[in-house]
């Protein structure tokens, strides 16, 4: 089993910053994929970011390109998402998750383990 714990969530006004953490624990093996997905309320789970193993390739959705940057330690296990411009619709619980298969994925089938989130509350 692996465990996601992320950290850094909480209340800021909109075009203030943010950087969710997430640490990974137990059974890791072999290199992996992170992502970050985010749910609002009343809505579905969303891809918001992704990163390659080997940390060269990033993927982000157009909601957020451009504020938003995700960046990994694989010494730590640890997978970071800057946020800055924060707008209220960015309003979420913030999921970070981890995929065995190489590569990178914004679909969350294609993830295995998942973190409990942290909320993200941007006030305008």
């Known amino acids: 089993q692996v465990q996601l714990v992320e950290s850094g969530g909480g209340l800021v006004q909109a075009g203030g910053s943010l950087t969710l953490s997430c640490a990974a624990s137990?059974?890791?093996?072999?290199?992996?994929?992170m992502g970050w997905f985010r749910q609002a309320p009343g809505k579905e789970r969303e891809f918001v970011a992704a990163?390659?193993?080997?940390?060269?390739?990033?993927d982000y959705a157009d909601s957020v390109k451009g504020r938003f940057t995700i960046s990994r330690d694989n010494a730590k296990n640890t997978v970071a998402l800057q946020m800055n411009n924060l707008k209220p619709e960015d309003t979420a619980v913030y999921y970070c998750?981890?995929?065995?298969?190489?590569?990178?994925?914004?679909?969350?089938?294609?993830?295995?383990?998942w973190g409990q989130g942290t909320q993200v509350t941007v006030a305008s």
């Open positions: 998750a981890v995929g065995w298969a190489v590569g990178i994925s914004t679909r969350q089938k294609e993830y295995d383990y």
């Open positions: 137990g059974r890791i093996f072999s290199s992996y994929k």
């Open positions: 990163i390659k193993w080997s940390g060269d390739s990033t």
